[in-house]
C-alpha cells in the first residue's frame, strides 16, 4: 500500500494560483496512475487530472485545461497539482489518488472507483 498526503491548499481570491503536493510513502509512484479528484460541499467526487505510470502522459476534466497542471517528482515520491487563474467553481476539497495499473485503468482513469489508494484531502478555497 502506498500512503499519501496532501498539502498546499487554503484560501485564495479568483485568479490567484495554488500549487498542491502530495507526497507518499511505503511505494515508489513512478509504477502508479497518480491523479486528483475534488469533492465540493454536496457533490460527488470529480475528476479533475491523471499522470500515467511509466510514462508523462496527462489528461484532465474540460473544466481545468489550460488552467492546471499536473506533475510528477519521482526523485521526491511527490505528485504535483498547479493551479492557475482560479475561479470559485474549483472550490472543493482536493483529494490524491493512486492506482497501480492493471488492464483497465488507463480506461476508466477518471473514475474514483478505479483508485484503491487516497489522501485525507486539503481544501481549496476560492473567493470571488
Known amino acids: 500500500q502506498v500512503q499519501l498526503v496532501e498539502s498546499g491548499g487554503g484560501l485564495v481570491q479568483a485568479g490567484d494560483s495554488l500549487r498542491l503536493s502530495c507526497a507518499a510513502s511505503?511505494?515508489?509512484?513512478?509504477?502508479?496512475?497518480m491523479a486528483w479528484f475534488r469533492q465540493a460541499p454536496g457533490k460527488e467526487r470529480e475528476f479533475v487530472a491523471v499522470?500515467?505510470?511509466?510514462?508523462?502522459?496527462?489528461d484532465y476534466v474540460d473544466s481545468v485545461k489550460g488552467r492546471f497542471t499536473i506533475s510528477r517528482d519521482n526523485a521526491k515520491n511527490t505528485v504535483y497539482l498547479q493551479m492557475n487563474s482560479l475561479k470559485a467553481e474549483d472550490t472543493a476539497v482536493y483529494y490524491c489518488?493512486?492506482?497501480?495499473?492493471?488492464?483497465?485503468?488507463?480506461?476508466?482513469?477518471?473514475?474514483?472507483?478505479?483508485?484503491?489508494?487516497w489522501g485525507q484531502g486539503t481544501q481549496v478555497t476560492v473567493s470571488s
Open positions: 489518488a493512486a492506482q497501480t495499473p492493471d488492464g483497465s485503468l488507463w480506461r476508466g482513469r477518471t473514475r474514483p472507483e478505479k483508485y484503491a489508494n
Open positions: 511505503g511505494r515508489t509512484i513512478s509504477m502508479y496512475a
Open positions: 499522470i500515467r505510470w511509466g510514462a508523462d502522459i496527462t
